[in-house]
């Protein structure tokens, strides 16, 4: 036998089921416009890429070529204050096609790389979207023969597991930064270093991305914003 009091109390859970329910859905907060705002821009961005940046990266690119790209981080803001005429482009590699795949090698730090040695990615990543706002092809006009080797040295170079250099120290040959790793592949390929200039910063001499892409070796095969 259920005692009075006891039975009312079970005709009240109900009711409250229910505004417990309605709380739980009150108490979320709607997203504000420009929340929305930025989420539909952010997918425009990478149906972008998929459906007209990248298909025209990917028909653009031989071996040998470098490819450039601009990260939306902030590392990458940094990185392109290092450019003292061209602040356009972050970070650089050398492309090279290998049986159906384009790969870029490059050389990278940080989270983006926790092995920190050079990386050999495909090139849809290396410019995807969701990390970047920007990316760009070079050609440096040699013969084709030498492009091929240009791309030869890259991997050779990343067999080797060259580590990063954080120093940025461009006199050292046992550690390579971005610029550094793409100056002495092609260099080494072509039997010249004069090819490209160095910045200065106080005492410190280093090769910025914009002294390489601003060589009248390089000729500009396409440049995308995204």
């Known amino acids: 036998m259920i005692l009075p009091n006891t039975k ?10 229910l505004l417990c329910w309605s709380c739980r859905f009150s108490a979320t907060p709607e997203p504000d416009s420009q929340q929305i705002d930025a989420q539909s821009f952010q997918v425009k961005r990478l149906q972008q890429y998929d459906s007209v940046i990248y298909p025209t990266l990917i ?20 990185l392109r204050q ?3 005429t061209d602040k356009r482009y972050s970070h650089c590699g050398i492309a090279s096609i290998e049986n159906d795949t384009v790969f870029v090698y490059h050389a990278i730090g940080g989270e983006f790389n926790p092995d920190q040695r050079i990386k050999r990615e495909p090139l849809y990543s290396f410019c995807h979207a969701a990390d970047n706002k920007a990316a760009a092809i070079f050609r440096p006009q040699f013969p084709a023969s030498k492009n091929r080797v240009i791309a030869t040295q890259a991997n050779h170079f990343w067999l080797q597991g060259i580590p990063f250099d954080m120093a940025f120290d461009y006199h050292t040959e046992d550690r390579f930064y971005c610029a550094e790793f793409v100056a002495k592949t092609i260099a080494r390929a072509v039997a010249d270093s004069s090819w490209f200039t160095f910045s200065t910063a106080g005492k410190m001499q280093y090769v910025g991305v914009d002294n ?3 060589s009248p070796v390089m000729k500009t095969v396409v440049e995308k914003n995204y």
Do not use: A
Request: proline share 3%; glycine share 6%; aromatic share 8%.
């Open 8 to 17: 009312k109390r079970w005709y009240l859970l109900p009711s409250l089921f």
């Open 59 to 78: 028909h653009q690119v031989q071996t040998g070529d470098m490819v450039l790209r601009s990260g939306s981080d902030m590392t990458s803001e940094m």
């Open 82 to 84: 290092m450019n003292q």
């Open 212 to 214: 390489l892409l601003l």
